[in-house]
């Protein structure tokens, strides 16, 4: 099985690799790491399904939960972890899981990945429900820990999301939609965690992104709803308000403050020249969309 795995094959480019000046082997990784947009752009269109799945979810309530091992694990913990810092959900909101368990998360753990029936009772653990969207990762697309995962939560009802980089791929019969990018075989044979691992990372971004700018998280590019929690992050918080309100940042730093440091009703206080209740009456009625508040 898997020797008819493009991920598992030997690159002919690199099979002298440790015999090439270092330059030369970089040079070698950089060309093929070049082709992954590439790969991604022929998948557009189940990504796009997917983002408005998981758009679909957030308007319900509902929640995007990650899983995968190794790699593709980390790879969803990763993302799952920047999204309250960086659009202010809930840690609930975006989830991931990992084959074996956070100690998987540094540390790896021989054949949890191997584990169907616990792949089943993770997701089952998260009350998964109609309104989750869940997303298995794996780079072979043969994963028994995702696909008791995706099994298992189609069963309790949730929209399920398959990423892989082989086609044809095992998970990808099973979820109902099926984000196949073939990244071909690795600079060092069967290490995934390189063209497939960015490849996930990249795909990753994008549903998490984009889905946060259909339910408001943005305006414009900015990340209107960021966490100011530390000094970087208060600047950058005054920072968004004066490039969204056309405002110095003087008057960025008033509106900030007089907004109870939120940076959302901070700015539609400066958009509309209204009071702080009055901007937080139109945000909620807007759904959280800036926009929105504007007509």
């Known amino acids: 099985m898997l020797e008819k795995l493009t991920t598992e094959a030997r690159n002919p ?7 090439l000046p270092v330059r030369e082997r970089l040079l070698l990784m950089v060309e093929e790491d070049a082709g992954i947009p590439e790969a991604i752009r022929k998948e557009i269109g189940p990504i796009e399904n997917a983002v408005n799945y998981v758009i679909q979810a957030f308007q319900r309530g509902g929640r995007l939960i990650y899983a995968g091992a190794g790699t593709s694990g980390r790879l969803g913990i ?7 810092p960086t659009f202010g959900v809930d840690p609930e909101m975006v989830r991931g899981l990992i084959a074996g368990g956070e100690k998987a998360i540094t540390t790896a753990i021989e054949g949890a ?5 616990q792949g089943a009772e993770d997701i089952a653990s998260l009350s998964v429900g109609p309104d989750d969207v869940v997303v298995g990762i794996a780079a072979s ?3 028994p ?17 398959a990423l892989s980089n082989n086609k044809d791929s095992e998970i990808g019969h099973v979820a109902d939609v099926a984000i196949e990018v073939v990244t071909g075989p690795e600079v060092i044979t069967g290490s995934t965690r390189l063209k497939a691992g960015t490849a996930q990372k990249l795909v990753l971004n994008m549903i998490s992104t984009i889905a946060m700018t259909g339910i ?12 100011p929690t530390n000094e970087k992050l208060v600047k950058r918080a005054k920072h968004i308000i004066m490039e969204a309100a056309g405002v110095d940042f003087e008057t960025a730093e008033d509106a900030y403050e007089k907004a109870g440091e939120q940076v959302k009703p901070a700015i539609v206080m400066l958009l509309l020249g209204c009071s702080f209740d009055e901007a937080n009456a139109r945000l909620k009625e807007a759904k959280g969309f800036i926009r929105e508040t504007q007509r």
């Open 216 to 227: 408001g998280k943005v305006y414009g590019n900015l990340m209107v709803d960021v966490q």
């Open 78 to 84: 990763l993302d799952a972890s920047e999204c309250p």
């Open 113 to 117: 990945e191997d584990d169907a029936e």
């Open 141 to 143: 697309g043969r994963t």
């Open 13 to 19: 480019k690199s099979m002298n690799i440790d015999t």
């Open 145 to 161: 820990y995702v696909i008791g995962v995706l099994n298992r939560a189609k069963e309790l009802g949730a929209k399920t999301v």
